[in-house]
């Protein structure tokens, strides 16, 4: 727990945001508008109002429903992460109001994090709130990665994949990144609203035939993909588009600088410390066995590094869910698969935890293990293959104790996997 504290301290966005915001000369500006979205973006805005001189004119951040902070110039609009609603559509429509009213001389700051592209849903002509909400229910439940579900969701929405910096030019852009991504594609976090696009129609068309859901999406959403591949409908602006000529996108933290601070903590204590990869992606369970594999060899041979070592790793996973599934989020699916590995071993901890502080739809970050794990479920009677099975992890640990709770942590990094061998 010590490891994971220094991870999301060094995740927190503050100090970061309020050193790009410093370098602004404010009176270049008539107005300063600040808009945006992301499970980090309550932490993003506190730091914008903590710098002196900054005039801001008002604005409007969609956050995930809890993560909120007290403010005086900027509104936090409440909304729904992982499935968007209503309230994230309503705070879309404002914040692009808001945006297409910024004029030559103003300047619009715009905060984006890990959960944008659920938290700023603004339909494309034609489509539903509810056609997008079926969308991101199916490719979520098919084990698509986020790089796959926001090149859909960019191409259903008339804000994502730089249109939102379309609707904001001529007014100068300033946007600060919170990456939760592998490779922090800026284009890709947060469906990258004020970056250039480098997907297309057919690119997503073919995200959606290759999980076999062209027939389980809305009729208007294939229509759309299918209109858009054919050349009939505008793609989302691309590089070198004019609309970009006086945008900045600025990454401001990453899963990188998590991880190794992290693994700081852990030499601090006295462990041999190994960065296995910032760059795991890959269905849960198989990442799962493949780090406690890792943790085996250490055991058996002294590699990577003997022991007392600890092994760190982040990046974030897929789940593909069961038809009839339960309760729980990647890293506790992580946590579990891991936990049938190690089983019998002593002086083995592992623990997965979502640096943002909710894992899947839960209250829980994470959860922790170790060699006595699957002993104390069998007690319970547990079965931990079953309860793995149809994804119901969140009831495996809940009764254990081990769950990992930190509540909103105010940033979003991805995820840290932590394995200690004594």
């Known amino acids: 727990m010590r490891i994971l504290r220094a ?27 600040v808009v945006g979205a992301g499970k980090a973006g309550a932490r993003m805005a506190v730091a914008l109002e903590r710098v002196r001189g900054l005039p801001i004119a008002g ?10 902070a007290r403010l005086r110039h900027i509104e936090l609009n409440e909304c729904g992460h992982p499935v968007p609603d209503e309230n994230g559509m309503a705070g879309a429509r404002r914040i692009a109001a808001i945006v297409s009213g910024a004029g030559t001389n103003d300047l619009v700051i715009c905060l984006i994090s890990g959960g944008a592209s659920a938290l700023l849903p603004l339909p494309a002509e034609g489509i539903s709130l509810a056609d997008k909400q079926a969308t991101t229910r199916a490719l979520l439940a098919c084990g698509a990665d986020i790089r796959e579900l926001n090149t859909v969701r960019k191409h259903l929405s008339a804000i994502k994949g730089g249109q939102l910096a379309r609707m904001a030019s001529p007014a100068s852009v300033l946007t600060l990144v919170l990456s939760d991504v592998v490779g922090d594609d800026v284009d890709a976090i947060g469906s990258g609203p004020t970056a250039p696009d480098g997907s297309t129609f057919a690119d997503a068309l073919e995200i959606v035939t290759r999980y076999g859901l062209s027939k389980r999406l809305p009729k208007s959403v294939r229509q759309r993909l299918e209109r858009g591949s054919a050349g009939l409908l505008e793609e989302t602006p691309k590089a070198g588009d004019a609309v ?20 700081g903590a852990a030499r601090a204590l006295g462990y041999k410390t190994l960065v296995l990869s910032t760059m ?30 600890c ?55 994470g959860a922790i293990a170790d060699g006595l794990t699957l002993k104390r479920a069998a007690a319970k009677g547990l079965d931990a293959g079953e309860i793995l099975a149809r994804n119901d992890s969140y009831h495996f640990f809940e009764p254990l104790g081990d769950l990992v709770r930190t509540g909103p942590t105010g940033t979003n990094v991805a995820d840290v996997h932590v394995m200690l061998v004594g």
């Open 59 to 68: 604005g409007v951040v969609n956050v995930k429903y809890g993560h909120i």
């Open 7 to 33: 991870a999301l301290k060094a995740a927190d966005p503050r100090e970061a945001v309020e050193a790009q915001v410093r370098r602004i000369r404010p009176r270049r500006f008539r107005n300063i508008y």
């Open 280 to 309: 795991i992606e890959g269905d849960t369970k198989n990442v799962a066995l493949m780090h406690a594999a890792i943790a085996r060899e250490v055991r058996a041979s002294g590699q990577p590094g003997r022991a007392p070592a």
């Open 244 to 263: 970009f000529e006086r945008t900045r996108n600025i990454l401001v933290g990453n899963n990188r600088s998590a991880v190794e601070s992290g693994a």
């Open 311 to 365: 092994l760190i790793s982040g990046g974030e996973t897929t789940v593909t869910l069961a038809r009839e599934h339960g309760l729980g989020g990647r890293n506790q699916e992580f946590v579990l698969a891991a936990a049938r590995e190690v089983a019998g071993m002593e002086n083995v901890v592992l623990l997965s935890a979502g640096t943002d502080g909710t894992d899947g739809p839960t209250d829980a970050a």
